[in-house]
């Protein structure tokens, strides 16, 4: 564990202003982490990668996922507030799909990642 500790007590003073300059502001970053946070959750990252193939009612995901449509009723609404997934009525069905293209982005950045 020490190996991983500063041994020298110096700052490096240029870079850290130069960080420092390019941070977001905390608001910013409090968001960003609050968006991260709606990922933390299995059942809406399967709904997620589901919406990322095609666009699906309730019933299409509960049946996909073995899940009741009031859990992923519950979980849509969440994405639905965080901006990850949209909907649309047709008659009365109500299909989702991901907000934009950005979601499927993120997603395959994460399977990426733990396929490297």
């Keep these: 564990m020490d190996e991983m500790v500063c041994t020298e007590k110096g700052v490096h003073a240029q870079t850290v202003e130069c960080v420092g300059h390019e941070m977001p502001d905390d608001g910013k970053l409090c968001d960003l982490a609050e968006f991260f946070r709606v990922f933390g959750d299995s ?50 069905t109500v299909f989702y799909s991901l907000d934009d293209e950005h979601i499927f982005s993120i997603l395959n950045m994460g399977i990426e990642h733990l396929e490297e």
């Design 43 to 92: 059942t809406r990252i399967r709904i997620l990668y589901a919406l990322s193939k095609s666009e699906l009612c309730v019933c299409d995901l509960s049946k996909l996922l073995g899940a009741s449509q009031s859990a992923i009723s519950h979980q849509l609404q969440i994405l639905r507030s965080s901006r990850l997934v949209k909907y649309r009525r047709e008659g009365k």
